[in-house]
Nanobody, 124 residues
Framework: QVMLVESGGGLVQTGGSLRLSCAAS??????YAWFRQAPGKEREFVAA????????RYADSVQGRFLISGNNVKNTVYLQMNSLKPEETAAYYC???????????????????WGQGTQVTVSS
């Protein structure tokens, strides 16, 4: 059974940092991504990584503040989030897929497996 389990969410003040983790089990993947969804809004792409080439992709809104990384031995991907803003309050979801997705890395439709989400709340 394939599972993605996120952790690391919580409450942080504006300007603070959090590190999210996503542990995969049941199979290995080559592409991982983080998406987020705030109440009443659509799910949006945050960051993605293709492990074999360490190719990373970020949403413009998080470029320079967030860093996606992975440990392929532990089958775990991380999202380091710095300088957090109140508008980034959302449920953050980990997603995984096999193979190179190219420009489709930023589309939620490209990912077959999803975690249950972890809540990030940034207080003003």
């Amino acid at each position: 059974q394939v599972m993605l389990v996120e952790s690391g969410g919580g409450l942080v003040q504006t300007g603070g940092s959090l590190r999210l983790s996503c542990a995969a089990s049941g199979r290995t993947f080559t592409t991982y991504a983080w998406f987020r969804q705030a109440p009443g809004k659509e799910r949006e792409f945050v960051a993605a990584i293709y492990w074999p080439a360490n190719t990373q992709r970020y949403a413009d809104s998080v470029q320079g503040r967030f860093l996606i990384s992975g440990n392929n031995v532990k089958n775990t991907v991380y999202l380091q989030m710095n300088s957090l803003k109140p508008e980034e309050t959302a449920a953050y979801y980990c997603a995984a897929a096999g193979g190179w997705l190219g420009d489709s890395m930023e589309s939620s439709l490209s990912y077959q497996y999803w975690g249950q989400g972890t809540q990030v709340t940034v207080s003003s």
